[in-house]
């Protein structure tokens, strides 16, 4: 696992900080303030029914012990109008409790996929690194877990502080009552009930503290090492095909095997943790069942409480130290929930930071021309090693030209393609663009999103600004009119189509969105030669007025082409940031994590 910032307790405010301005933005916002007042309200009402529940103890126990018929059976009556009422409360807070997990991860999930999406930032993401690698699970899992675990643990922290300010005040009534009328010397100190309750709660949370503070980075590797074999296993799935060919399973299997036994061995170690930390957390819960009555036992035996108002006060005693030790108790629910924190902000401060690295760092300059025309003027793309650079220093491509880039392999035909789609900014040069001018950029493998194929064909657009028989037209004319009876039908074409249809399928959808200026990224040259002969003729039908620029290993044969524009690679070139000759794997996002570059 790459290196990352130790935990503090700055980091940690920052990152809650940055939690609640994206709540604050979020169009969910108003709904999170009348929840949060809510819980406030049924909370505090929950805890004034408490305190009545309280003294209620001494009224009844009273009856019980002085036999009391008539008492006791009135104090019945008053319990059961006290525990209707927290029973309403208690559903109430539970509907109220439940919702606030939902709203706060629809905010969060709205709010990272909103970064997430921002232009080119997926894939600039992908550079960055281990954390680039598990982004969906961030967005999914962990801000599920998140979510939850902020409404369940803010919830209990506020009932307990409420708990304890409230029956700290109870207690110390009752410790002053008890050193009014004792003649104890331990009772007699102002307090002694307080006293107790807090030295108890604090000798347990310590504890708590020095044996379960390892759990924070187990759990963050936990989530890590799980994120790393839910992408190995979803990539054999993937890869079935070409791993059953290579008959590859048994090395597939020792890479798994060596995945879940890193995930194995996480767990272990944070189940021996978890067990460290019960000796504290189950020895206190027990010691706590006769603590109080110890502490209250001087009171009794010397007659100044009775015996209702022993048991009274025990429940008083019992309310303040479960309060205190909220702490003891939610010990490895704070380390699971700091680490779900430090995944999830992690991932939306990497998101933000992007745009910055790309500005900070060499790049290449883009811009609008006034004439309709692309302009490439001393443009450079860097590579890992060396750049990537036309032998032309100044080229101009007008409209309706085809125009083809070769290049050795290794060259970085596959930089300039990103380069000009803005995935890979970093370089020398400018690159002017046509104005206003309508640009598409078909990548060597099509991407084929899941839905239906008139959806496919029609995206990114909505397939509600074509017309019908537009969809049929151009199945047709790259020899797909097979599937005009599925064009409804929902899949996932990308599993189910040989890559051979896939790419007429991409050639189908520049039919429908007729740019004006194509750029190909090996798209056309990887073809096979009877779907070529069928795609270059909608270049010189359909799309005649088209301007295309396709990278290629090689000149075709054909008269396609008008130009030939050649690529060769600079070894002496290097990636760095302005005013630096740091390499590109010394780069560093913000989160801690080295940008990986490549062709």
């Known amino acids: 696992m790459p290196d990352r910032p130790k935990s503090s307790y700055a980091l940690v405010w920052g990152q809650v900080l940055a939690m609640i301005y994206a709540l604050a933005r979020s169009n969910q916002r108003g709904r999170l303030l009348l929840l949060c007042v809510g819980l406030v309200v049924v909370i505090a009402a929950n805890t004034f029914g408490q305190i009545r529940l309280n003294a209620w103890n001494q009224g009844f126990y009273d009856a019980v012990a002085q036999k009391q018929v008539a008492a006791f059976l009135w104090q019945l009556q008053v319990f059961g109008l006290i525990a209707s009422s927290l029973l309403v409360l208690g559903v109430t807070q539970t509907w109220l409790h439940e919702t606030l997990k939902v709203v ?13 999406l921002e232009p080119k930032r997926v894939y600039r993401l992908s550079l960055a690194g281990e954390i680039g690698v598990n982004a969906d699970q961030r967005i999914h899992e962990d801000i599920r877990h998140l979510t939850e675990l902020c409404a369940d643990l803010g919830v209990g922290l506020l009932q307990s502080s409420l708990l304890l300010i409230t029956f700290v005040g109870v207690l110390w009534g009752l410790s002053r009552e008890m050193a009014q009328t004792s003649t104890s010397i331990v009772t007699a100190v102002p307090g002694y009930m307080v006293w107790c309750a807090l030295a108890y709660a604090a000798v347990s949370s310590w504890m708590s503290w020095r044996v379960g503070r390892p759990l924070i980075d187990l759990n963050v590797e936990r989530s890590s090492q799980e994120a790393g074999l839910r992408f190995a ?17 048994a090395d597939e299997r020792r890479r798994l095997e060596s995945e879940v036994g890193r995930v194995i061995g996480v767990a272990r170690r944070l189940a021996n943790g978890l067990a460290r930390l019960t000796w504290i957390t189950a020895g206190s819960g027990w010691l706590a069942i006769v603590a109080p009555f110890i502490v209250a036992a001087p009171g009794y035996f010397t007659g100044s409480l009775s015996f209702g108002g022993l048991m009274m006060t025990v429940a008083a005693f019992m309310q303040v130290h479960q309060s205190l030790r909220w702490f003891v108790d939610n010990f490895s629910r704070l380390a699971d929930w700091r680490a779900a924190l430090l995944r999830v902000m992690l991932l939306r401060e990497t998101l933000t930071g992007l745009d910055t690295l790309v500005e900070d760092a060499e790049r290449i300059a883009f811009r609008e021309g006034e004439e309709a025309k692309l302009v490439f003027d001393k443009l450079g793309v860097v590579l890992f090693r060396g750049k990537a650079m036309l032998t032309e220093p100044h080229v101009e491509i007008g409209p309706g030209e085809h125009v083809v880039i070769t290049g050795d392999p290794g060259a970085g035909k596959s930089a300039l393609f990103k380069a000009l789609a803005g995935l890979w900014p970093w370089g020398t040069g400018s690159v002017l663009w046509p104005p206003g001018q309508a640009i598409m950029f078909m990548p060597r493998r099509p991407y084929l999103p899941p839905g239906s194929l008139r959806a496919i064909l029609a995206y990114p657009a909505s397939p509600d600004g074509f017309a019908g028989d537009a969809f049929l037209a151009a199945l047709d004319r790259v020899g797909l009119g097979h599937l005009k009876p599925d064009l409804d039908r929902e899949d996932r074409w990308d599993r189910m189509l040989p890559l051979e249809e896939q790419q007429r399928l991409a050639f189908a959808r520049l039919m429908l969105h007729r740019p004006r200026w194509i750029i190909f990224d090996e798209a056309i040259s990887a073809l096979d030669e009877d779907s070529r002969r069928l795609i270059l003729s909608i270049f010189e039908n359909e799309l005649a007025g088209a301007t295309v620029i396709s990278t290629s290993r090689r000149p075709s044969g054909d008269m396609f082409y008008d130009r030939v524009l050649h690529l060769v690679r600079d070894r002496e070139g290097t990636l760095t940031r302005r005013g630096s000759s740091r390499s590109p794997e010394a780069w560093s996002l913000p989160s801690g994590s080295p940008v990986q570059s490549g062709t």
Do not use: H, K, N, P
């Open 104 to 116: 706060l991860r629809e905010a969060l999930t709205y709010d990272l996929i909103r970064e997430w």
């Open 233 to 249: 296993l979803v990539r054999v799935s993937e890869s079935a095909e070409a791993i059953t060919l290579f008959q590859g399973e």
